[in-house]
């Protein structure tokens, strides 16, 4: 009888540390990139030229791929994020700057 009671004894035990395995499981974060720049395109043409910060996910609506924007690769005054897959240029309040596109990267926070 001590037997079984010790083998009920570890099923519930295991069975606990696989509920508290399940509970502990991280969640997947997003990349981030922060930019620090001046407005440059079409869409943010009336907003004023200084500089702000924004924190975006790194992911590229175009190409749609994690990880793959840049910060300023081509040196634009403004600054701006270039994706290294699809060359798409974004500027920092987060809208294509090809004009004819309505994407735009997903800001996070705004300083």
């Not at 009336?46 to 924007?69: A, D, E, F, G």
Request: hydrophobic fraction near 20%; include cysteine.
């Amino acid at each position: 009888m001590q037997e079984d009671a010790a083998k009920k004894v570890s099923k519930k035990q295991v069975k606990k540390q696989v509920v508290k395995k399940q509970v502990t499981k991280k969640k997947k974060t997003k990349p981030k990139i922060t930019l620090t720049g001046k407005p440059s395109c079409k869409s943010c043409c009336k907003q004023s030229y200084t500089w702000r910060t924004r924190t975006y996910v790194n992911y590229c609506p175009n190409c749609k791929h994690y990880n793959c924007l840049l910060k300023n690769p081509k040196g634009v005054p403004e600054r701006e994020l270039t994706c290294k897959r699809c060359s798409s240029d974004f500027c920092v309040c987060g809208h294509d700057k090809s004009g004819g596109k309505r994407h735009y990267t997903s800001i996070l926070t705004r300083e």
